[in-house]
């Protein structure tokens, strides 16, 4: 049954953090609306809380007192800091945590400590920090407190999870820091930054941070977020009737690469803006408008988190589509570019992997097997869910309760959606 209809994805989880996490660094006092209500932000939040950080009313209309800075911990014990499931918790405090006072003892479950630390170790370190990690892991242990210096770092990997590290630790640092980015990856970070009173400069060089301190607005909104946004979205154009529209959606350039290929797919795309500052929102309404052509994808930074649900698309276009340079997907909550071929193939899609490049073809009538598997990934079990729907199975999705770490109303909306 095709989708049909009009949702509002939840809150931007990109965003959601950093609001959150810069307010230990910030001063002032800020309301936020709209915060993401999945369990990566809640730890966020929680770990806010540890270290002091106050907070009242409810959720969905959040008021935050920042720190400023100073954490209200014991001074003579390390803080345990368990991050959960979130990677973009543990890097960005890790950044945050170089300039407090204190010793901070970052952990996780399983999936997080299989993911590489080591790439963040090592500038925090050429900064003066003193970071140490379990075998390139976590646990990672940062002794806060130690003088910091800026660097000139390029940022290979295409993270703006390790760019906004690095942002946060420079805020603190006798010295700007240089950034390089061969491949622009998201820039919420440093446009907070600017926002709060800090000084983060675009320049031909790269982006220069300043160091300085921040000052909370009293408001704050935070848009819907486009990568939970575009598995509905998606899914419109791979059955004819389908037709999808998602409120209030963020739409930073820089987040919005899973359209453009929709678009070189062959689906119907159509943006309205309705805002522009800070950041630019609006509705994005994606339809079926006839057969899929396959196509080339390397704008992987601007859609890193879309993957999963481009490469089920891709599986209903005529001709092999190609993804490149997805290097970066074997450091997600799995390794999400095997996983990803693994379970193509399981559904009877030709796919394969060279390297780091993924290669599939269609059209392919999707015959699923007994299980599918998502490996407790989020974004691969919304894209098996949805094949199901699709193939109109009940097949089971093995790991499927990870949906809640970024999108708890993901099966309400589908129901909304495909009644």
């Not at 999707?366 to 598997?373: G, M, Q, S």
């Amino acid at each position: 049954m095709p989708l049909r209809g009009e949702f509002t994805p939840p809150g931007d989880k990109s965003i959601s953090h950093r609001l959150i996490l810069m307010s230990i660094a910030a001063e002032g006092e800020m309301t936020a609306t709209g915060l993401a209500d999945g369990d990566d932000v809640k730890t966020s939040l929680r770990l806010f809380r540890t270290l002091g950080g106050e907070t009242r009313g409810p959720e969905d209309r959040l008021t935050l007192t920042g720190l400023g800075g100073r954490v209200k911990t014991d001074p003579g014990r390390p803080v345990e800091l368990d991050c959960g499931n979130s990677g973009t918790t543990a890097r960005l405090l890790a950044g945050l945590a170089t300039g407090l006072p204190g010793v901070y003892v970052f952990d996780g479950d399983a999936q997080l400590r299989r993911r590489p630390m080591e790439r963040l170790a090592e500038p925090l370190a050429r900064m003066g920090a003193r970071v140490e990690t379990t075998d390139g892991r976590l646990p990672l242990r940062v002794t806060g407190g130690a003088p910091l210096h800026g660097l000139e770092y390029v940022n290979r990997a295409g993270s703006a999870q390790l760019k906004s590290a690095i942002i946060l630790a420079t805020l603190k640092a006798d010295s700007p820091s240089l950034i390089i980015e061969p491949v622009p990856t998201r820039d919420h970070t440093e446009k907070l930054v600017n926002a709060w009173g800090g000084r983060a400069v675009p320049t031909p060089a790269g982006l220069i941070i300043h160091p300085g301190r921040l000052t909370m607005p009293p408001e704050a909104t935070v848009p819907a977020d486009p990568s939970s946004g575009a598995f509905f979205l998606t899914a419109a154009a791979l059955q004819p009737g389908g037709r999808v529209t998602a409120r209030s959606l963020l739409l930073s350039p820089g987040r919005l690469g899973f359209l453009r290929v929709l678009e070189r797919l062959g689906a119907e795309v159509s943006l309205s803006l309705e805002k522009e500052e800070p950041e630019p929102v609006g509705r994005v309404t994606v339809a079926h408008q006839g057969p899929l052509k396959a196509t080339e994808v390397t704008e992987i930074p601007s859609l890193v988190d879309e993957v999963p649900i481009l490469a089920l698309a891709a599986a209903f276009a005529e001709g092999t589509t190609v993804f490149r340079n997805l290097g970066e997907l074997r450091f997600k909550e799995t390794d999400r570019l095997a996983a990803i071929h693994t379970q193509l193939g399981a559904m009877g899609v030709q796919a394969r992997v060279s390297g780091d490049d993924l290669f599939v073809t269609g059209p392919a009538a999707l015959t699923l097997p007994e299980v599918l598997d998502s490996g407790h990934d989020h974004r691969l079990a919304m894209t098996l869910l949805l094949a199901r729907h699709l193939a109109g199975r009940r097949t089971p999705v093995l790991g499927e309760e990870s949906i809640s770490i970024s999108y708890p109303g993901f099966m309400a909306d589908l129901a909304r959606l495909s009644a």
